[in-house]
């Protein structure tokens, strides 16, 4: 098994291993699910189904564990707080600008 630092919870930014990307694997940071569409690459908010993948099945709660068999880690830019969305990050940029 390898130990080489993956992805990162996207919750709260905990490193994860291949091993961590279980079904059933929740993070060892804060016990959520780790293999859940939150977690993936494919994952943007405001496409359809939220998923960058155009044939992908629907998947309801994005923070659930799912079976999805196009599910990639993904891993939160070094600028990006754990738990912050890309356009929430944005939107807090602009307003940083006008303080």
Not at 28 to 51: D, L, M, S, V
Not at 52 to 67: G, I, S, W
Request: glycine share 8%.
């Amino acid at each position: 098994m390898s130990d080489e630092i993956i992805g990162h919870c996207w919750s709260c930014g905990q490193a994860l291993c291949i091993p961590d990307y279980g079904r059933e694997t929740n993070c060892i940071g804060c016990g959520r699910p780790t293999r859940c569409c939150r977690n993936c690459r494919h994952f943007a908010p405001g496409r359809p189904q939220e998923c960058m993948e155009p044939m992908v099945e629907r998947v309801l709660d994005k923070t659930a564990a799912n079976f999805c068999e196009l599910f990639e880690p993904s891993s939160p830019t070094a600028d990006q707080a754990p738990g912050v969305s890309a356009p929430e990050a944005l939107r807090q940029a602009a307003e940083d600008l006008f303080k």
